[in-house]
């Protein structure tokens, strides 16, 4: 799936989102697209995270529309026999799915998401008319959507995993609220910031801020791995930006650990913010506070001087107070 044919020059007429990619190449594709105003058309919640058995799991039981949405979405072949379709999650508001295109051709993804929302856009009109819908041209979706390249198999499986355990991230936010819900404008340590996750964690007695010299060789990340996960075991809460290699791999094994710590992030959140991976799973149990210095940005930018001052400016005050 590392193919160097995956990122041939993009021809000038197409439409693209990655400026790198040519999005007719042969390639697998995750893509997301969400229901306006993010109404629960498409299905409801059922179970609860806690469940002893596969029956009482979190599952998404379908509506007449959420299955309109899944028949569109794999009967994609069917008008597409380039493209075939690999997995898909349907959720109350939005939906996920990952698409295979099997070889180069003049088919772009915009194409195929195009005619995969015509089909549900359809459906949608269909079924609701004579209740709130009843022009030609009503929408089921936002505008546009959000697609991400998996070059790797590696890549595509856990993608495969995070759409199968959507339901549960979902019962985990509901059972939940407090620790998801983004908190704009927070006051900590003296410092105005957002922040998202267990805010108790900053009323620890003992929080330690994780500092490791961008120098240090891999037996010397090894020993302060060590260092700070034994300080984490006897109670101190792990405070850090985590931006030299050492400290990343220090909060890496914290929260492989289950210790609580805080991260100070670079991105910022939106509204719709949600931890990531074993982040998700940290912040459900308690472990995890993120908090950021700056406003929400979509584009991943290298950390300049002055940032990272910032940043390490924060983890140090937060461990004062």
């Not at 597409?80 to 690999?86: A, E, L, P």
């Not at 759409?163 to 407090?178: C, G, M, Q, V």
């Not at 267990?198 to 240090?216: E, G, H, I, Q």
């Amino acid at each position: 799936m590392s193919n160097p044919s995956y990122y041939k020059p993009v021809k000038p007429s197409m439409a693209r989102r990655c400026s790198v990619h040519d999005y007719t190449s042969r390639c697998f594709y995750l893509v997301t697209t969400t229901v306006v105003n993010r109404q629960p058309l498409l299905g409801r919640l059922v179970g609860n995270s806690q469940a002893e058995t596969p029956d009482g799991r979190p599952s998404i039981v379908l509506s007449p529309l959420g299955e309109a949405v899944l028949s569109s979405w794999l009967k994609l072949p069917d008008y597409y026999g380039t493209v075939s379709v690999v997995a898909a999650q349907v959720m109350p508001d939005h939906f996920h799915g990952i698409i295979f295109f099997k070889e180069n051709s003049d088919l772009h993804l915009g194409h195929v998401m195009r005619g995969f929302k015509t089909g549900c856009n359809r459906a949608y009109r269909e079924l609701v008319q004579g209740t709130s819908v009843t022009h030609s041209d009503a929408l089921l979706w936002n505008k546009g959507y959000n697609d991400r390249i998996l070059t790797h198999y590696e890549m595509l499986d856990k993608w495969k995993r995070y759409l199968a355990e959507n339901p549960l991230r979902l019962a985990l936010k509901r059972e939940h609220p407090d620790l998801f819900r983004v908190q704009f404008g927070a006051h900590v340590a003296g410092h105005q910031v957002n922040a998202i996750g267990n805010r108790f964690l900053l009323d620890y007695p003992d929080k330690l801020a994780v500092k490791c010299s961008r120098s240090l060789g891999e037996l010397e990340i090894k020993e302060q791995v060590s260092y700070y996960l034994e300080k984490g075991k006897q109670g101190s809460v792990l405070v850090s930006p985590s931006i030299s290699p050492g400290e990343k791999a220090v909060m890496r094994a914290a929260l492989e650990a289950q210790l609580p710590i805080i991260h100070i992030d670079s991105q910022g959140f939106n509204s719709y913010t949600k931890p990531g991976g074993q982040f998700f799973e940290a912040c459900a149990a308690g472990h995890l506070l993120i908090v950021s210095p700056w406003e929400h940005s979509t584009r991943k930018q290298v950390l300049t001087r002055e940032q990272c001052l910032i940043m390490n400016g924060l983890a140090a005050a937060i461990c004062a107070t």
